[in-house]
């Protein structure tokens, strides 16, 4: 079996759906994700928040720019609706391109998105997209342990729940957040597509979890 090419994750990647598209994250996109950002409610299990950084949503995507050229995240605008507005963040980080893995998080909507096709959509086209393009063998998703809903929403997606990371992260409140850690292989992708696509097909309307 030949060798396979060097994972890339490097910009420019646009991933179109049919609810929305997840574009190059821009200092363009600030007042809109500024705009979509406001309830307090969306932030309660992030580390990286706006009110964190100078400038407030401009010191954030100054930050996660940073990141993407120091190669280890490669964040995306969610555009969504009609007009395709930014109404949110995903992003790819911890990119290992040793071990051809990557994770999936910092995934931010409005609530009133929150139950929409926006958040299982945005994470079909970012898996699709690692494991089909990038052809990584591994993707993983933490999330707060006091996130129950969110716990719930990534095993809805056929996820593994591998364990819990004690005192993982430091939050700037001073909490030290234990991490739920889930992963899908790329045997397992097959699955978890068809799982995702048949999801996405079904009519929408019900309030659901909020997204990690």
Request: cysteine-free; charged content about 25%; hydrophobic content about 35%.
């Amino acid at each position: 079996m030949g060798e396979l090419p060097s994972l890339r994750f490097r910009p420019p990647v646009r991933l179109p759906g049919i609810h929305v598209e997840l574009v190059p994250l821009s200092p363009t996109h600030r007042a809109d994700l500024t705009e979509a950002g406001r309830a307090p409610e969306i932030w309660t299990y992030f580390r990286d928040r706006p009110q964190y950084f100078p400038g407030g949503m401009e010191g954030l995507i100054a930050e996660l720019l940073r990141r993407q050229e120091a190669g280890t995240d490669l964040p995306f605008t969610i555009l969504a609706g009609p007009e395709r507005r930014p109404v949110g963040m995903t992003r790819f980080l911890g990119i290992d391109r040793a071990n051809r893995s990557v994770e999936i998080g910092g995934t931010w909507i409005p609530p009133d998105l929150w139950g929409s096709p926006v958040n299982p959509e945005s994470k079909y086209l970012l898996l699709k997209y690692a494991f089909e393009e990038e052809k990584v063998v591994r993707v993983q998703i933490k999330t707060d342990v006091r996130n129950g809903h969110s716990q719930r929403a990534i095993e809805k997606l056929g996820a593994v729940r591998e364990g819990v990371l004690r005192h993982h992260i430091r939050l700037p409140d001073g909490h030290l957040r234990d991490s739920v850690l889930y992963s899908i292989l790329d045997s397992e992708w097959p699955a978890v597509r068809s799982r995702l696509e048949a999801r996405l097909s079904l009519p929408w309307g019900s309030r659901a979890a909020p997204p990690s």
